[in-house]
């Protein structure tokens, strides 16, 4: 991941699987990495994901990685049955850490 400037935007990059609903699961992925983690403010700066489904109501894996600046990274995968249920799940699991991880890195600023 790289390393951005204080104040840089948010970038956020989705691959997603090799079929017609392709663009439609990226876009869908993007809007719901954007939409929750921008209320963790800046400390987000570069978020990869990667959304894996071969058939429509087949297992699906959905890949994310968070990348916090000075507080590090987090990341996670999950699997649910269809690329929208695995794409929430992730959105949801790596918010929850992201949070906590931003939320100790400020609490050990105030402290030192």
Known sequence: ?????PGAPMQISVVGPPSLSAEQIRAYAEYKLFSRLMT?????????A???AHL???Q?????AVD?????CV????????????????VETVARAAS??????KAKETVT
Not at 60 to 64: F, N, S
Not at 68 to 72: P, Y
Not at 100 to 105: M, N, Q, T, V, W
């Open 56 to 58: 429509p109501d087949a």
């Open 1 to 5: 991941m790289r390393n951005p400037s």
């Open 50 to 52: 990667v959304v894996t």
């Open 68 to 72: 916090l600046g000075e507080a590090g």
């Open 40 to 48: 963790l403010g800046r400390g987000v700066c570069d978020i990869q």
């Open 75 to 90: 990341r996670t995968r999950v699997r649910r049955t269809g690329a929208v249920p695995a794409v929430d799940a992730a």
């Open 100 to 105: 906590r991880r931003l939320a100790r890195f």
């Open 60 to 64: 699906a894996t959905c890949t994310v």
